[in-house]
């Protein structure tokens, strides 16, 4: 049974910085996909930034390139989201994921590529 559990979220004002944590459990990781998903008042959930979990590569949402970072921690299986330079427009409820034996794939960023999912952690961020 894999489960994601996230941490980290808060209320923080514009400028400010947070670090989200995953941590994963109930899965022998191999190369699979984890990343950061949020959603918005009245959105759809969109793909944050996503990273090969084991791997190098990564990916970003164009609104959040140059000011968040995603990493990981093998040893602990968790996965890190470093959010600076926090706007209004970030405020959301953040959910960690991962693509563990998907059979569907629409591509690192596509929500529907992924599979198990984390209860998430609200991130407000105030002007």
């Known amino acids: 049974q894999v489960q994601l559990v996230e941490s980290g979220g808060g209320s923080v004002q514009a400028g400010g910085s947070l670090r989200l944590s995953c941590a994963a459990s109930?899965?022998?990781?191999?190369?699979?996909?984890m990343g950061w998903f949020r959603q918005a008042a009245g959105k759809e959930r969109e793909g944050v930034a996503t990273?090969?979990?084991?791997?190098?590569?990564?990916r970003y949402a164009d609104s959040v390139k140059g000011r968040f970072t995603i990493s990981q921690d093998n040893a602990k299986n968790t996965v890190y989201l470093q959010m600076n330079t926090l706007k209004p427009d970030d405020t959301a409820m953040y959910y960690c994921?991962?693509?563990?034996?998907?059979?569907?794939?629409?591509?690192?960023?596509?929500?529907?590529?992924?599979?198990?999912w984390g209860q998430g952690t609200q991130v407000t961020v105030s002007s």
């Open positions: 994921a991962a693509s563990i034996g998907s059979v569907r794939w629409e591509g690192p960023l596509g929500v529907g590529s992924y599979n198990y």
């Open positions: 109930g899965y022998t990781y191999g190369s699979n996909w």
């Open positions: 990273i090969l979990f084991g791997g190098s590569s990564t």
